[in-house]
């Protein structure tokens, strides 16, 4: 079993930054990878950034965020962070983070918010 617990959403204007933290703990050892999805009203869920696990590590970004998110990890602490820039109002919605620890855990979602 995994637990993550998110942090780090909130109300941002048009150009913004959000930094989005998820920890994890539980059964650390066995996470492939980490990340991040996010779900606006009305669409689908969406993968937006994800980091493996391991010495050399990869990242993988969404077409819509690259350039602008930045996805990294801290072994220390177990946390998978999301840096994100130039916020558009597109990138408003409910933001998941996930661990692939060969099923799926989910953390509780974080409402990011990117208006005027």
């Known amino acids: 079993q995994v637990y993550l617990a998110e942090s780090g959403g909130g109300l941002v204007q048009p150009g913004g930054s959000l930094k989005l933290s998820c920890t994890a703990s539980?059964?650390?050892?066995?996470?492939?990878?980490m990340g991040w999805y996010r779900q606006a009203p009305g669409k689908q869920r969406e993968l937006v950034a994800s980091i493996s696990s391991g010495v050399e590590s990869t990242t993988n970004y969404a077409d819509s965020v690259k350039g602008r998110f930045t996805c990294s990890r801290d072994d220390a602490t177990n946390t998978v962070y999301l840096q994100m820039n130039s916020l558009k109002p597109d990138d408003t919605a409910v933001y998941y983070c996930?661990?692939?620890?060969?099923?799926?855990?989910w953390g509780q979602g974080t409402q990011v918010t990117v208006s005027s």
């Open positions: 539980g059964s650390i050892e066995s996470i492939i990878a």
């Open positions: 996930y661990a692939d620890s060969f099923e799926y855990y």
